[in-house]
């Protein structure tokens, strides 16, 4: 291997059986074939060039379609027969310009979790989603612009009303944003057979298998004073609550915490220095595209934020063993009768839990009454199950008496 810097996307390497981004094990893990991040780039250099390409042989009539009506919007229920040609959905696209996997080359090296390192997509401003459903929230989002996606060609004709939506939401985008919107690039769309999309991924992959590599939108680095005043509470609750993630360090822990959040009626996240990035490709996966919907912001000056929350209001409840009460009690109305505070719930990496410098600037510690058959070396719950007890009594808090049941 390259002496220059090359990243797993994870750290579970076990005698010759290495786990990628997708939670599975490729046996024979292909030692020395990571991707330096030279050789990333280039990658990332040669899908751009495509996709100019694209443009040059179909943007003319694109340019002038986007001055027009979009088109109509597919009914929920559209689906395709299983023997539609894909030209009949892509020939009317101008946004999507539909590709053989099989001529891919260099371009689909992005999707292999083993060689492509996702600190360095990170950087360049890309990530990797996995599965129809995050692929399919992903087209109805304009603000995540894809600019490839692998499919087998059974998924990409279930797929055909997302993406006529999602011609029409890039339409209109270009139109509001000008000729620098209008020149986006369309996405390239690599069909293929289970075999070509397992080939590409160094997986074996269902018949209904798609991946996408979409560009991500500026993470805000503002201070929360500008960040705060925004949230809205969730549909169904009277008062914002917060959750705040600690050097979470786990991608896992990360998108499953965001999907856990966007259940439970979480306003926002705030991530601290240390955190996973939300948008590695496993952090994606396990939130199920939740990780597109909770606006979320770094906490640069870590723990200073915590000051900032509680002058805007909020008040900080640590998930803490040493010194605390129980979730119940310490989340429940004021006996007094007056208006509960908005919440903010603190959690750590699972182990090193909350920080003390932390935990010391919270208004209190809470913590989850547990059976006695957890002992001294079973003491804690998984980050994200603890999480979920705790902002689920927070939901309960928060919901608006007159909110139907879900």
């Known amino acids: 291997m390259s002496e220059s810097k090359a990243t797993w ?44 390409k694209g443009r040059e042989q179909s943007r003319e009539a694109a340019a002038a379609e986007a001055s027009e009506a979009a088109l109509p919007p597919p009914a929920k229920d559209e689906q395709m027969p299983w023997d ?26 992005l999707y292999d979790a083993m060689t492509s390192p996702d600190r360095q997509l990170i950087k360049a401003g890309y990530f990797v989603a996995e599965g129809a459903l995050v692929v399919q929230q992903l087209l109805r989002l304009p603000e995540y612009r ?11 004709r279930k797929l055909a009303p997302d993406l006529r939506g999602a011609e029409a939401a890039y339409r209109q985008a270009a139109v509001a944003g000008g000729d ?27 018949a209904l298998s798609i991946l996408a590599i979409a560009r991500r939108p500026p993470t805000p680095h503002f201070p929360l004073a500008r960040w705060l005043p925004a949230l809205r509470p969730a549909a169904g609750t009277v008062r914002p609550s917060l959750l705040v993630l600690d050097a979470v360090i786990k991608p896992e822990n990360v998108g499953s915490l965001f999907r856990t959040a966007l259940a439970f009626g979480v306003a926002g996240v705030v991530l601290s220095p240390g955190c996973s990035d939300p948008l590695y490709r496993k952090a994606v996966r396990a939130s199920m595209g939740g990780c597109f919907k909770l606006p979320c912001v770094h906490a640069p000056k870590w723990p200073e934020e915590l000051h900032e929350l509680k002058a805007s209001g909020y008040r900080l409840l640590a998930l803490h063993l040493e010194g605390s009460t129980g979730h119940a009690t310490a989340i429940a109305p004021p006996p007094d009768g007056a208006p509960s505070p908005p919440l903010a719930i603190v959690v750590g990496a699972e182990y090193e839990g909350v920080g003390s410098k932390a935990a010391a600037i919270c208004d209190a510690r809470v913590r989850i009454p547990m059976s006695g058959a957890m002992d001294a070396t079973l003491d804690s719950l998984n980050v994200n199950v603890a999480a979920a007890i705790v902002l689920e009594r927070v939901f309960t808090l928060n919901r608006d008496p007159d909110a139907p049941d879900a």
């Open 146 to 156: 894809l600019v490839s996606v692998l499919s087998t060609e059974a998924q990409l």
């Open 9 to 52: 996307c994870c750290d579970d390497v076990t005698e010759g059986t290495l786990h990628n981004g997708f939670g599975d094990a490729r046996v024979n893990g292909l030692a020395g074939s990571v991707q330096t991040d030279e050789e990333t780039d280039s990658c990332i250099a040669l899908l751009e060039a495509a996709r100019r």
């Open 84 to 109: 539609t040609p894909l030209s009949a959905i892509f020939d009317p696209l101008s946004a999507f310009t539909l590709r053989n996997a099989n001529d891919g080359g260099a371009e689909l090296k």
């Open 180 to 206: 620098g919107a209008a020149a986006e690039p369309p996405c390239l769309v690599f069909a293929g057979s289970r075999a070509n999309v397992s080939s590409a991924t160094g997986f074996k992959h269902s």
